[in-house]
């Protein structure tokens, strides 16, 4: 029987449409034929997901008791044995009930596959098991419903259900996801704007991924190598020349010019480790190139052109921007140039050669190759066969000068050549050719010729010292390249740890750190694994961060692996490194693990000021609102109590003071609300100008009889920036708290006065400006801040203005100050100049 297929319906966060966007599915199959099936579909009490559920075959769940408590799951066996075609299943990392066939959906989904039906299911970005470290610092909510990324990966088909995080907190408002009595709590803690951005832009990473993933597969699958140009990937190749600069912004302009297209920088490194470039030219050619939004790499080879062309196909690149060769005419003609040999071999790769100042300089003359550094296989071989070609030919020349050419002659020129193979290959080889080259001065060039006797004992000894010599001369060489070779590499190994370090220092993310590992060793994926303590008999694995193509998710599926500390360990994918790889990888992990617990605390002592500073501003609330609604409270209950014994016209004027008392209440704690929903980031504002005279119309009317305030403005009033209604509760707030400040015969006063690009409103008591002079209280003038004028400054300054007191006597008054129209006009026309 064929394995069904399987379709995930993928969200960023509760509430964006997973479900409702599988029924549809459901609708669409139903109405087309097709056999479905609802396995398993949680409504959360939304009626419009509930309602897109009818008309749809159900199959009956499962009734299970768990500690005394009724619950109900998928069943299972029903959907087996019912068959359809297509089964609808929510919520994919759901955990089942103890005691039922497997312990999460998922598993119960995979025995549905291999049935052979088809699934079409949902999950939370959240759920991903890779992402619950990050989900967890982001939002502060430990995941304990995870799902393993490899199934999600396994999936035929992933969709994204996707909603612009202000959008779905005004859902969450609306009452659209949570009941009403949980809509504050998500508001101001896991539905934060900063929340849901953040974890929008990990699905739609998450899912990028496994569309690149999806691509390569494909391309491999095919035997396809040529690069796909899905995007423009342009590529600069720097040798840490002072060229680097110019061909640096020459590629950045490229890029800049094609919208979505990707900067890349390489350099290449040497098998043996030497660096050739200066690493202080590199390293300032490293920052231009993030400082310009793209990435650098570095790759290790003898063959740079090979180099460049492997990254560049692996990378998917479809330009390369190489410098004009430095060498001179002579040069580049003996040993061709890199840019001409790339040119070459790039295939369908376009390949950009750019002049610089250094292009073609002095550097002219015929040079030596470099000497052997190291005495690897490569340079063995190569040092025979240079003895193979070198030692005939030579003896051959001397042949043919006949008796021009003595036995002192032959040997000094034969001990040349041995000490040229002995700069190529070491000692062996040397060792070898003088071996060879004494015989053949022997055959040749020692009387009798053309025989291996030796007459005379000069000649012998002659022939002697030679060979001694030219031991001597390869061990030397040899030794000098083996030192050579251990200076080198302990020099990369430390070159690379303190790139570690420094990027460490400046505070470089965990990817970018393993992605620095894996280019320093060459490998093809690196992985930081986690393990979760709390399953010691059947260990599992936790990414905590990884980079490269296919990361390894266990120690086991790695190439090689290295402990990082308590619970961590560094998995690489790419080939079996020696020793002395092992070891200095060892180092590199121990600092990664360093890094990741640096990180993990730094994340906490956030976590934890973040959540004292909301504690503390939740009791300064609570403590605000009790002092703020004793007094109305115990008002109304004094005149409740009166009640019992009133005449019919002291009844009235004690009931009107309840009242009183009770709608003042009923404002406080509606001003308590409106101040959570603020804080929460859930009020929506229209700014917009505002006539001022409009605005106090409404105060006036808010404000009821037996509320005078007394209005002084200039002659023209602009208008203001400002919410409407906000501005109007604002000052209605102001003007109801100077009322009750102000003496019965003065009413309370408001005065406005117009300044550059402001305006600035003044509500006082009745005592006015006479308060100024007064003395200070015991608390130095500064009477505690009531619940209505924190909420008033609070919403003041969301409009972009100010709410202070205007004076430090013993009387009430505010200075609201916003800015005009006309003024905001002015700023916009000076920017834009």
Known sequence: MARGRLRIYLGAAPGVGKTYAMLQEGQRLASAGGDVVVGFVEPHGRRPTAALAEGLETTPRRTMEYRGATFTEMDLDGVLARGPHVALVDELAHTNVPGSRHAKRWQDVEELLDAGIDVVTTLNVQHLESLGDVVRQITGVPQRETLPDEVARR???????????????????????YPSERIEAALTHYFRLGNLTALRELALLWLADRVEEGLQRYRAEHGITTPWETRERIMVALTGGPEGETLIRRAARVTARIPGSELLALHVVPSDGLVRGDQATLAVQRALVESLGGSYHQTTGDDIPGALLQFAEAENVTQIVLGASRRGRLSTFLHGGVGHRTVRRSGPIDV????HENASGSSSALRLPHPSRSTGPRRYWAAVLLAAVVLPALTLLLVLLGERVDLALALVLYLLAVVVIALVGGLVPALLAALAAGLLADYYFTPPPHSLRVERLSDVLALVVYVVTGAVVGMAAGTAARRTYQAVRASSEARALTRLATAMMHGQDLPTLLEQVREDFGLDAVSLLERDTGHAAEPRWYVVASTGTDPPERPYDADVESPAGDGLTLAARGYAMSSEDQRVLGACAAQLGLAYSHGRLAAHDAETGLRAEAEHTRASLLLTASRDLRDPLHTADEALHLLRTPTGA????????????????GRLVTDLDELSRLHAGALDLYLRPVDLDEVLTAVLDALGPGHALQCSLPEHVPDVIADAAVLTRVLTALAAEAHRHSPADRPARLTAQVRPGLLEIRVTDGNGEAAEGAAPGPDGGRRPESLALRLSRDLSEVMGGT?????HGGGFAMRLT????????AAADASGD
């Open 818 to 825: 916003l800015a005009t129209a006309a003024g905001r006009t």
């Open 803 to 807: 709410l202070e007191p205007a004076v």
């Open 650 to 665: 002291e009844q009235a004027r004690i009931l009107d003071t309840a009242r009183s008392s009770v709608r003042r209440a």
């Open 155 to 177: 999936a035929d088909q992933i969709e994204l259900v996707d909603l612009p995080p202000e959008l779905l907190r005004r859902r969450m408002l609306h009452g659209e996801i």
């Open 352 to 355: 950009l050669v750019v002049t």
